[in-house]
């Protein structure tokens, strides 16, 4: 799906091949300039004193690239999982002049959960994180996290709220999309971007937002969640 599965793909002797749809494509627009506070009334450093240490639930652990090992487990708390990573950038869904097959030699014009109208999640404006597809290390569903479900990403002492939007590769992990890096001040370059580490991820288990695309309700709906979670850990 990203530079890092390109290579597997490539590594493999497959044939990585971009999507592009529609015309008038290729411009890409400037970044909106990122936030400077936190979303919602839970600081970075509540939530972060909460995930310390790793009562590991997967199988196995994962990589945050193609060419690194395997060292990043997730982790299991009341009400949540979570993982610390890096963050590469998802731009896959709707075609705009930021997300597209010029911008992204990875591009793809879908995602794995769709908004209310059945249309793929907009990547440069949608907050949403990528979870790795299921497989022996780890079944996402089965841990209680589905589609739209509420994800508050810390980086830098920001806190951005954001939902379960796409899947990714089976053994890589820290990814999300073109608006969460902004909002948090990453590079949110689809090609260049993103960040090495420094990345938590903590996923609200059994929680939902509908519809999918309301930014404001993951915001709210997470405060309260990161709330219930600082109480119970």
Request: hydrophobic share 35%.
């Amino acid at each position: 799906m990203r530079k890092r599965l390109a290579f597997a793909l490539a590594g493999a002797g497959l044939l990585a091949v971009s999507v592009t749809t529609g015309a008038g494509a290729a411009t890409r627009g400037p970044a909106p300039a990122p936030k400077s506070a936190n979303e919602g009334t839970v600081t970075a450093a509540q939530l972060l004193a909460k995930v310390q240490g790793c009562s590991q639930i997967s199988n196995g652990k994962y990589r945050t690239d193609d060419e690194t090992s395997a060292t990043i487990p997730v982790c299991g708390a009341n009400g949540a999982v979570f993982w610390k990573a890096d963050m590469d950038i998802d731009c896959d869904g709707q075609v705009t002049s930021r997300c597209n097959g010029d911008t992204d030699p990875w591009f793809q014009d879908d995602t794995a959960f769709h908004q209310s109208d059945g249309k793929p999640l907009i990547a440069d404006k949608l907050p949403y994180v990528v979870v790795p597809s299921t497989s022996s290390i780890w079944n996402y569903s089965q841990a209680g996290i589905k589609g739209g479900g509420v994800v508050a990403v810390i980086y830098n002492n920001k806190v951005e709220y954001a939902v379960v939007g796409d899947t990714g590769p089976t053994k890589i992990i820290g990814e999300a999309s073109y608006a969460t890096a902004n909002a948090l001040g990453i590079d949110p370059d689809p090609e260049n971007g993103g960040t090495d580490s420094g990345v938590t991820y903590i996923l609200f288990k059994n929680s939902s937002v509908s519809p999918i695309e309301n930014h404001d309700k993951a915001v709210s709906v997470g405060d309260g969640l990161a709330k219930q979670f600082i109480q119970n850990n």
